[in-house]
C-alpha cells in the first residue's frame, strides 16, 4: 500500500494493517508490480499516477470530496476507489453553524474594528430567530446544519438538485430565490473540477443585501473576486471561508485584508472524535475497495458506495 500523500501520516495505517499490507511512501522500481492500493487525501490521482503500478486495485482518499480523483479514469481501469465521507459530519455542520451566527452578530468585525481603536456599542446586531439561513447542499452535513439551525428557531431553507426532499420538513426552493431572500447561504456541494462556480458574479450580485456567505466546501465553488468585491461594496456583511484557491494563501494575497472576510485554515472538520474517525473510516474503506467488484461500465461508482 503506497500512500501518494506526504501530509497522511503512516503509523495509522502500517498499525492496523499489520500483517496484512507493506506500508510504503514510496516503492523501488522492482516493487511496482507489488502495489495494490494508492492512498491520498488532496494530492490528485489519475491515469499518471497509476500508471507505474500494474496491480493497482483501489485508491483511498481521506478525504469527503473525491475531485482530486480522475473518477472517470480510475473506474475505466477497473480500480476501486474508497473516500471517508462521514467521519467529520458533525463538525463541519458546526463550523458552519458557528460562522453564521459569529457573522450574524458582527463578532469578527466587531473584533477587528475595536483592536484598531474603535468602540460601536450602538451597532445593530442581529436576532437568530428573525433569519433565514439557505442551505445548498442537503447531504450529511447540510441536514445536520439544518437541524441545528431549526433548534435555535432559525428559518431554514434548502436547494439540491439531487437530493429528493425526504422525510424532514425542510422547505426545497429554487437557488434563485434561496440566493434573493436568505439572509445567510452556506455551502455543502461537492466541487467539479472544470465547471464553472455554483456562485458566480451573477449569482453572488443576487444575495440578499447584508447575507452572509459560508464555503466550507470546495474554494471552486464559489468566484473569489466577486465576494470580495461584493464586500467591499456593503452587499455583504460578512464572508466565511474554510477553504482557499491555493492552500495557504500567499501572505500578500490583498483578498486576506478584505474586511468581512473571515479564513479559517481548512480545520472545518477537526476535533479529536474526527481524528480517529477518519483513520477508523480509512482502514475499513480501504480493505472494502480491496475485495469489492468494481462496476463494470464506464459511469465511474460514487466513491461513498465503497466507503463504509
Known amino acids: 500500500m503506497l500512500l501518494v500523500d506526504p501530509a497522511l501520516p503512516m503509523a495509522p495505517f502500517a498499525v492496523a494493517l499489520s500483517g496484512e499490507f507493506d506500508c510504503r511512501y514510496r516503492a523501488e522500481p522492482e516493487e ?8 491520498t487525501a488532496s494530492v490528485p490521482v489519475g491515469a499518471r499516477e ?26 475505466r481501469r477497473g480500480i476501486a476507489v474508497a473516500s471517508t465521507p462521514t467521519y467529520c459530519s458533525d463538525e463541519v455542520a458546526d463550523h458552519a453553524l458557528a460562522c453564521v451566527l459569529a457573522g450574524w452578530r458582527g463578532l469578527w468585525t466587531l473584533g477587528a474594528d475595536v483592536r484598531a481603536g474603535g468602540w460601536e456599542p450602538e451597532t445593530v446586531l442581529r436576532r437568530f430567530d428573525a433569519q433565514r439561513l439557505g442551505i445548498i447542499g442537503l447531504g450529511r452535513i447540510g441536514m445536520r446544519l439544518a ?15 439531487v437530493i429528493a426532499a425526504g422525510t424532514e420538513d425542510i422547505a426545497r426552493v429554487s437557488l434563485d430565490e434561496l440566493l434573493s431572500t436568505s439572509d445567510a447561504v452556506s455551502l455543502h456541494a461537492p466541487g467539479t473540477p472544470g465547471v464553472p462556480p455554483l456562485l458566480g458574479e451573477a ?31 456593503g452587499a455583504l456583511s ?16 490583498p483578498r486576506l485584508r478584505t474586511r468581512g472576510l473571515l479564513l479559517t485554515p481548512h480545520v472545518g472538520w477537526s476535533s479529536p472524535e474526527a481524528d480517529q474517525a ?3 473510516e480509512a482502514i475499513d474503506g480501504l480493505r472494502v475497495a480491496l475485495t469489492t467488484q468494481p ?14
Open 278 to 280: 477518519w483513520r477508523d
Open 238 to 253: 460578512g464572508a466565511a471561508f474554510d477553504v482557499w484557491t491555493d492552500e495557504p494563501p500567499a501572505a500578500d494575497d
Open 203 to 233: 449569482e453572488i450580485a443576487r444575495m440578499k443585501r447584508g447575507a452572509v456567505l459560508v464555503n466550507l466546501a470546495r474554494a471552486s465553488l464559489v468566484d473569489l473576486d466577486a465576494v470580495v468585491a461584493a464586500l467591499d461594496a
Open 32 to 39: 511496482a508490480d507489488r502495489v495494490v492500493a494508492l492512498v
Open 147 to 161: 437541524r441545528r439551525a431549526r433548534a435555535l428557531g432559525i428559518d431554514v431553507v434548502a436547494c439540491d438538485p
Open 50 to 75: 497509476v500508471a507505474p503500478f500494474p496491480g493497482v486495485r483501489a485508491v483511498l482518499t481521506c478525504s469527503t470530496g473525491t475531485d482530486h480523483l480522475d473518477l472517470a479514469e480510475l473506474s
Open 295 to 308: 462496476p463494470s461500465s464506464a459511469q465511474p461508482r460514487r466513491s461513498a458506495d465503497y466507503a463504509v
